[in-house]
């Protein structure tokens, strides 16, 4: 049941080095999210972009959105060792009160 | 608090044992959520609280699944008669502002293991 499919499930590039994640999702939206999930740890609150902006920064991560294509991507710059996590897009369910996520991309940075 | 709490942070539980998990939303959160997630998988949505009403329910996977939150900030997640299949992290987050327009604050969740 999860809406948002992201890729690839995982990713492995050096130290300094840009990574880039992919989300799909179906129906329509107003907001999608990303998260991160450190190994044994809660998901941590990344970006929200709304269905009216293309395109949003906050320091190293730079995510946009295509509603027509209904996808979105998350580009990390100047990749660390401590951005090694999982990352999550996350959607609102187009009825309801909850959001919905997807599988993940795992990614591993190399120092 | 500063964040969100969990509690237990581990918990192991035999099958057909009952359980009950505890979260401590943020203070003055309206919106409270319980997820599951596999190993490998995203979290899924199980259940939705808005104040001290249960606004959502339909993740709950049986009637074995039981959430409260009878003031309006603590929440207790409890599962009756556990099964092997039970076995996930259990994940609370909450959030100022009703419904999922605004980010989520996660806890570190609570891993149980039914043997």
């Known amino acids: 049941s999860q809406q948002g499919e992201e890729d690839p499930q995982a990713l492995s590039i050096q130290e300094g080095e840009n990574a880039t994640m992919n989300c799909s999702y179906k129906t329509s939206i107003n907001n999608l999210q990303w998260y991160r999930q450190n190994s044994g740890r809660g998901l941590v609150h990344l970006i929200l972009?709304?269905?009216?902006?293309r395109e949003k920064h906050s320091g190293r991560l730079r995510v946009t959105l295509d509603t027509s294509k209904k996808s979105s991507s998350l580009l990390i710059t100047a990749s660390r060792a401590a951005d090694t996590a999982s990352y999550f897009c996350a959607t609102p369910r187009e009825y309801g009160n909850k959001l919905v996520f997807g599988a993940g991309t795992i990614l591993r940075v190399k120092s | 608090g500063a964040g969100v709490s969990q509690s237990p942070r581990y918990k192991v539980a035999k099958r057909g044992q009952d359980v009950a998990l505890r979260c401590d939303p943020i203070s003055g959160h309206v919106s409270l959520f319980w997820y599951q997630q596999a190993l490998g998988q995203g979290p899924e949505f199980l259940t939705y609280?808005?104040?001290?009403?249960?606004?959502?329910k339909s993740g709950l996977p049986s009637d074995r699944f039981f959430a409260e939150r009878p003031e309006g900030s603590v929440s207790t997640l409890k599962i009756q008669r556990t099964q092997q299949e039970d076995s996930a992290v259990y994940l609370c987050?909450?959030?100022?502002?009703?419904?999922?327009?605004?980010?989520?604050?996660f806890g570190s969740g609570t891993r149980l293991t039914v043997v």
């Open positions: 987050a909450s959030s100022l502002a009703p419904g999922p327009n605004y980010g989520y604050t």
């Open positions: 609280f808005q104040n001290e009403a249960q606004l959502d």
């Open positions: 972009i709304r269905s009216n902006e």
